[in-house]
């Protein structure tokens, strides 16, 4: 076993049966003196620490980011047959405030909360998988770290499988977030909207697989935009690292820098780059996605498929209209990218499972 720690990410890549036994770590070196810790770590406590850490990071992350998620979606979701009811995030924001109060811009944080535990921990336990799919596939030797392309495709594989797991849940996010007389003909303020009625009527009209409504958007923006998450992280950790051993006045000052993970504000940073790049890159995806899903339930005729979608925001808009609500949530996702980095390197550091 070896322990790639490239940029903070600390996942241990194990095969299923083969315990952890690093000849010199501190781990070792405990285990020799107290029989407690003697217990070997295991693929299993490697999956335990990525969905127990990776879902406290999604939650804290979560409560940051949902208020600028809701106005985004607004604004993604805006009807091609009335007029602009947004002007831009800023407009949205007082809209929004002034109809609801701020509380209002939580509307629907219940499903979003399962979902982003469900999102951040499984991001993080498919992107061990992918390491450990790329070392078997003869790809890259078990005793190095990845190179960054590398990197970059156990993101992308990572989003994939998550992708399938994430669209039932944002559509029905999307839905309570967008009421259908806001995103419809304009008709009298509903009522706020409950995630379990929000369910029962997408399974009565559409049945289990009207759950997926949105998927080729959600696939799109996963498997690029979590390839440039964990890419962008790994690939400003490692230039912030050659940044501070450049600097290093003695070797014992680079061991210790070698050794140490990165300062903490270098750690925000990474994990912010990494946030504005997932949201940036692929944003085009998340909007079409975010029509589609605030399309009215029960009007079966009205459910377009991705290209019609597509298709039907470049005649309305064009390229500008595939963008709107992109600049709050770049802004909103550097904060929420970075904290969700740090909580979770922090847990997977301090409070390994053993």
Same mark, same amino acid.
């Given at each position: 076993?070896?322990?790639?720690?490239?940029?903070?990410?600390?996942?241990?890549?194990?095969?299923?049966?083969?315990?952890?036994?690093?000849?010199?770590?501190?781990?070792?070196?405990?285990?020799?003196?107290?029989?407690?810790?003697?217990?070997?770590?295991?693929?299993?406590?490697?999956?335990?620490?990525?969905?127990?850490?990776?879902?406290?990071?999604?939650?804290?992350?979560?409560?940051?980011?949902?208020?600028?998620?809701?106005?985004?979606?607004?604004?993604?979701?805006?009807?091609?047959?009335?007029?602009?009811?947004?002007?831009?995030?800023?407009?949205?924001?007082?809209?929004?405030?002034?109809?609801?109060?701020?509380?209002?811009?939580?509307?629907?944080?219940?499903?979003?909360?399962?979902?982003?535990?469900?999102?951040?921990?499984?991001?993080?336990?498919?992107?061990?998988?992918?390491?450990?799919?790329?070392?078997?596939?003869?790809?890259?030797?078990?005793?190095?770290? %990845? !190179? #960054?392309?590398?990197?970059?495709?156990? @993101? /992308?594989?990572? +989003?994939?499988?998550?992708? $399938? *797991?994430?669209? =039932?849940?944002?559509?029905?996010?999307?839905?309570?977030?967008?009421?259908?007389?806001?995103?419809?003909?304009?008709?009298?303020?509903?009522?706020?909207?409950?995630?379990?009625?929000?369910?029962?009527?997408?399974?009565?009209?559409?049945?289990?697989?009207?759950?997926?409504?949105?998927?080729?958007?959600?696939?799109?923006?996963?498997?690029?935009?979590?390839?440039?998450?964990?890419?962008?992280?790994?690939?400003?950790?490692?230039?912030?690292?050659?940044?501070?051993?450049?600097?290093?006045?003695?070797?014992?000052?680079?061991?210790?820098?070698?050794?140490?993970? %990165? !300062? #903490?504000?270098?750690?925000?940073?990474? @994990? /912010?780059?990494? +946030?504005?790049?997932?949201? $940036? *890159?692929?944003? =085009?995806?998340?909007?079409?996605?975010?029509?589609?899903?605030?399309?009215?339930?029960?009007?079966?005729?009205?459910?377009?498929?991705?290209?019609?979608?597509?298709?039907?925001?470049?005649?309305?808009?064009?390229?500008?209209?595939?963008?709107?609500?992109?600049?709050?949530?770049?802004?909103?996702?550097?904060?929420?990218?970075?904290?969700?980095?740090?909580?979770?390197?922090?847990?997977?550091?301090?409070?390994?499972?053993?």
């Amino acid at each position: 076993m070896e322990s790639v720690s490239q940029g903070g990410l600390k996942a241990s890549v194990v095969p299923l049966s083969v315990p952890v036994s690093v000849p010199g770590s501190p781990q070792t070196a405990a285990s020799s003196s107290s029989p407690l810790n003697h217990k070997p770590r295991t693929a299993t406590m490697e999956a335990l620490e990525d969905i127990t850490y990776g879902s406290i990071a999604g939650v804290i992350g979560k409560y940051i980011e949902y208020p600028f998620d809701t106005v985004k979606v607004r604004l993604q979701s805006q009807p091609d047959h009335l007029p602009l009811r947004y002007t831009g995030p800023l407009d949205c924001f007082r809209q929004s405030i002034r109809a609801d109060g701020f509380l209002g811009l939580y509307r629907g944080i219940s499903a979003p909360l399962l979902g982003a535990a469900l999102e951040t921990s499984s991001l993080f336990f498919f992107e061990r998988i992918g390491r450990e799919t790329v070392y078997k596939l003869g790809l890259s030797p078990r005793d190095q770290d %990845l !190179p #960054l392309p590398a990197l970059w495709f156990t @993101g /992308a594989f990572s +989003g994939v499988f998550t992708s $399938f *797991l994430l669209t =039932p849940i944002e559509l029905v996010k999307c839905k309570i977030q967008v009421p259908a007389a806001e995103a419809g003909s304009g008709a009298a303020k509903p009522a706020p909207l409950r995630p379990i009625p929000v369910i029962k009527e997408i399974f009565r009209h559409h049945g289990v697989m009207g759950f997926w409504h949105g998927q080729m958007g959600t696939l799109i923006r996963e498997a690029g935009g979590c390839a440039a998450w964990f890419g962008s992280k790994e690939t400003s950790t490692k230039l912030l690292r050659g940044w501070n051993e450049r600097r290093a006045t003695s070797t014992a000052e680079l061991e210790r820098m070698q050794a140490a993970p %990165l !300062p #903490l504000w270098q750690q925000a940073l990474a @994990g /912010a780059s990494a +946030g504005m790049s997932y949201n $940036f *890159l692929f944003f =085009p995806a998340d909007t079409v996605k975010s029509r589609m899903q605030t399309t009215p339930t029960g009007q079966g005729g009205a459910r377009r498929s991705f290209g019609m979608e597509t298709r039907a925001l470049w005649q309305q808009a064009g390229l500008k209209g595939f963008y709107r609500g992109c600049g709050v949530t770049v802004l909103r996702s550097a904060p929420s990218s970075a904290f969700i980095f740090m909580v979770y390197d922090g847990l997977k550091s301090c409070l390994p499972m053993q």
